[in-house]
């Protein structure tokens, strides 16, 4: 029998579903977060109501009229609302408000273990087989060029992860496992990062069959040296 918690959270994800429906927000990634941030909370032993609700309003509003460009305090304020019409008892509200505004950088430090299970589900899915479908063709799907043409892994020159989005899935492979708070989410990112590293040897390979005359580093360059702590 499912508890008044379950039925609430069941509530919720139909409610919030439907919205991003109607806007056209990005339901997927939202789902996902939902998802891996239950399956962190298990392992880790933290509220799963508390984390389940903040993942499925983390992204409320998608931010587009956030003051300041405060995304994560315009989804809480905007969660706000949502669980308010739920009834949601005072302390869960406050605790689900404070993981949505504190997951993301610029939040400040997610002093609760929910906020930061948040955090690096939100994280995770930028890293792995997902994370590479996403920076390549979800983000800028037919924006512009994929890569720099003369130098695509910035080998002398620095990356600019605005502009194409193989800078921006290096950086985010680079960037992201440093931020992540708990053991089990380190774990994951460990084997989804090793499928990156595979991606970009073998990325390496076919662009030294394509362009021959752009500037590539050498073969194997992603594989860390004994003793390294992992790519450059």
Known sequence: MASARDETLAALRARVEGLYARSGGDWPHVERVYGLGRRLARQEEADRFVVGAAALLHDLGDGADAPGGDRAGRAAELAGEELARLATPPAAT??????????????????????????????????????????????????????????????????????YPLDRLFARMLALPHRLHTPTARAIANRRVALMLFYFEELREEFAETLPDALLPDRDWLIPEEGAGGPP
């Open 94 to 163: 406050a605790a689900i408000l404070d993981a949505i505004a504190r997951h993301a950088e610029g939040g400040g430090a997610p002093l609760s273990l929910e906020a930061r299970v948040l955090g690096d589900a939100h994280r995770l899915d930028d890293l792995g087989a997902l994370g590479v479908a996403r920076a390549l063709a979800g983000d800028v799907a037919g924006s512009g060029p994929l890569y720099e043409r003369g130098d695509p892994f910035a080998v002398g020159r620095d990356l600019v992860p605005e502009r």
